[in-house]
């Protein structure tokens, strides 16, 4: 068969299955991220019906999936709102670092792979997956909860440190030397200073500069400038995603309004590309080995989450249910941490092993994270966590 036939209808089942999958959820009342995970397992390598000939196109779908995503987060907030935030978390975001990086640091240690490899796993387990859970706020229409600009600022803290992670664990697989990393995080963490800077004080112009009344003109200006930032973020060692998310804090009033329902279609369709290819990547067959020691890191960083998020909210004033839905909000890993996973094992610096343990335990934490984010409010209120307390007093008579 024809090459470009052949891709055709690949790309035609998996959207079809996608949509049918997508509708499922809705029946069932979850995000439709956890089915596009599964189903990816079922088309990719060791699975049921494996694809072939896709793998270019995903890449880059996927890829614009995570970048539309972050953008599209980023238009809900002002960059006043984030710089704010951000100072009200930062006690937060090292709580959430020596929680979450220090098991899986230990697990790796534990296993005999060394502290190369403790720096690798440290990374998966820390860093939430902004993807996913930009997602599932979306779907369950908590955008504009109480408790979604403290889930916010800990993405973003986690984000804007990866820009000081990554060259660090770069040189560390390298063997670069002190310098050599120093320097690297240097020009990364100038970068996103610098993005910053231009996005508070111009953002008024950026927005007039990509506003256009006509559609189609405005569609074109928004993706080129979104992927022209996260390019530069990404070439510069900062992350794209980052890049595209300060992009989309820059662009604010009726320009964010307008962009929101212009790139929402855009958004959909290729975040499910990202969750399905992000399956379709993973042998499962490669799981079962690793399968009781990822579980265990994920039940031990599900916990931790929940209390960073929940000790985060309650400091920003939360009540209970809030601080509950804070956490466990972030309880999903994904893309940063097959990325570190991935950088890790490809330097041959780390145990191949160690990719099969990270892939097991993101799909768990991919998984369970939008269904815990889902049912752990209902489930709280069932048990009558967070109702007001008599007073036991008698009312008057």
């Known amino acids: 068969m024809d090459p470009t036939a052949l891709v055709l209808i690949e790309l035609g089942a998996i959207f079809l299955g996608l949509g049918v999958l997508g509708r499922l959820a809705a029946r069932m009342g979850i995000s439709p991220v956890p089915l596009y995970l599964v189903g990816g397992l079922l088309f990719g390598h ?3 019906i494996p694809v072939t000939g896709i793998e270019e196109f995903g890449h880059i779908a996927s890829e614009l999936g995570v970048v539309l995503l972050l953008l599209m987060l980023g238009l809900e907030y002002t960059a006043k709102e984030l710089v704010t935030g951000l100072r009200q978390t930062w006690a937060a975001g090292i709580v959430d670092f020596v929680l979450n990086f220090t098991p899986g640091a230990v697990l790796a240690l534990m296993l005999g792979w060394g502290p190369v490899a403790a720096v690798v796993m440290g990374g998966v387990s820390w860093i939430s997956s902004s993807g996913i859970i930009a997602k599932v706020l979306g779907d ?3 955008l504009g909860n109480r ?3 403290t889930i916010l600022s800990i993405l973003v803290i986690e984000d804007l440190a990866m820009a000081v992670y990554l060259p660090i664990l770069t040189a560390m697989l390298a063997g670069v030397s002190f310098f050599g990393g120093l320097r690297a995080v240097g020009v990364a963490l100038l970068t996103v200073s610098l993005v910053l800077v231009l996005a508070l004080r111009y953002g008024a112009f ?4 990509l506003h256009s009344e006509d559609r189609e003109n405005f569609l074109l200006k928004l993706i080129g400038a979104a992927l022209l930032v996260a390019g530069i973020a990404a070439s510069l060692q900062v992350s794209a995603a ?4 300060l992009l989309g804090i820059a662009i604010s009033g009726a320009t964010a309004h307008s962009a929101t329902r212009v790139l929402e279609p855009l958004r959909d369709l290729f975040a499910a590309m990202f969750f399905v290819l992000f399956g379709i990547n993973t042998d499962p067959t490669a799981m079962p080995p690793v399968l009781i020691p990822a579980l265990l890191l994920a039940i031990i960083t599900t916990v931790t989450k929940i209390f960073t998020g929940g000790w985060a909210a309650r400091r920003a004033g939360v009540a209970k249910l809030g601080q509950i839905r804070a ?4 309880v999903a890993r994904g893309e940063f941490s097959i990325i570190i996973a991935g950088l ?4 041959g610096a780390v145990p191949a092993q160690l990719a099969a343990l990270a892939t097991a335990y993101v799909m768990l934490l991919a ?3 939008p269904i815990i984010a889902r049912f752990a409010e209902p489930l709280a209120q069932k048990v009558g966590y967070g109702r007001p307390r008599a007073t036991g007093k008698k009312a008057p008579g």
């Open 206 to 209: 950026i927005s007039r500069m």
């Open 367 to 369: 998984i369970m994270g």
């Open 140 to 142: 369950l229409g908590r």
């Open 327 to 330: 956490g466990t909000a972030l």
């Open 344 to 347: 890790g094992v490809s330097s």
């Open 147 to 149: 408790e979604t600009p």
């Open 242 to 245: 980052v890049g595209a998310f």
């Open 46 to 48: 060791g699975g049921f």
